[in-house]
């Protein structure tokens, strides 16, 4: 490397930042809407910075949850060896039993609001 970065205004970052917080804001508002009608089931939400591999294996050991469940792209066998696989990092690291569920294709995996 020849030590070339890239460097943002302030503006920019800002930018970024209220981007990245409204991203998430929608998937815990998601999330909220499907288990709002789980009977016995604890959720807790959490956000966090940083590799989702290791966040989500970090935050799983930490909440000593009895079962992590994750979604998964579908990527085939090409894209997953450029791009990595989050639910199969996870499902090998964590020590409890890790459910990966896959989108459907009868709906192209969007959940139903």
């Known amino acids: 490397m020849d030590g070339t970065g890239y460097l943002f205004s302030t503006d920019v970052m ?3 930042e209220r981007y990245s917080n409204d ?3 929608c998937v815990i508002d998601k999330a909220k809407r499907a288990c709002k009608n789980l ?3 604890k959720v807790e939400i959490v956000v966090e910075h940083g590799d989702p591999r290791d966040m989500i294996c970090q935050v799983a050991e930490r909440l ?3 079962m992590l469940v994750l979604g998964s792209h579908g990527y085939g066998l090409i894209k997953r060896a450029f791009l990595g696989s989050v639910s199969n990092h996870c499902a090998q690291n964590v020590k409890c039993p890790v459910l990966i569920v896959k989108k459907p294709k009868s709906n192209g995996g969007n959940l139903k609001d």
């Open 14 to 16: 800002a930018t970024m």
């Open 64 to 66: 000593n949850v009895d």
């Open 39 to 41: 009977n016995d089931v």
């Open 23 to 25: 991203v998430a804001q």
